[in-house]
C-alpha cells in the first residue's frame, strides 16, 4: 500500500488529521484536498511543509 498518513503541524507534536490518504490536490481556493482510500474528503486551509515517503507521512502547516 502507498497512502500516508497526514499530520497538521502544531506547538508539541504534529495531530493526525486523516489516515490512509491515498490523494492531496491543492485548489484554486488556497487549501488542500485530502481523499482517502475509503472516498472520505478533508480540504484543510494549508500547504505541505515536508513529505517522508518511506514513512508514509505528510506534514501540513496551516495557513491563516
Excluded: W
Amino acid at each position: 500500500m502507498c497512502e500516508a498518513s497526514a499530520y497538521l503541524i502544531t506547538p508539541g507534536e504534529p495531530e493526525l488529521i486523516m489516515e490512509s490518504v491515498d490523494v492531496a490536490i491543492p485548489t484554486d481556493d488556497g487549501e488542500l484536498k485530502l481523499v482517502n482510500i475509503f472516498g472520505e474528503q478533508l480540504f484543510i486551509k494549508g500547504t505541505i511543509e515536508s513529505l517522508s515517503l518511506v514513512d508514509h507521512k505528510i506534514f501540513i502547516r496551516k495557513e491563516g
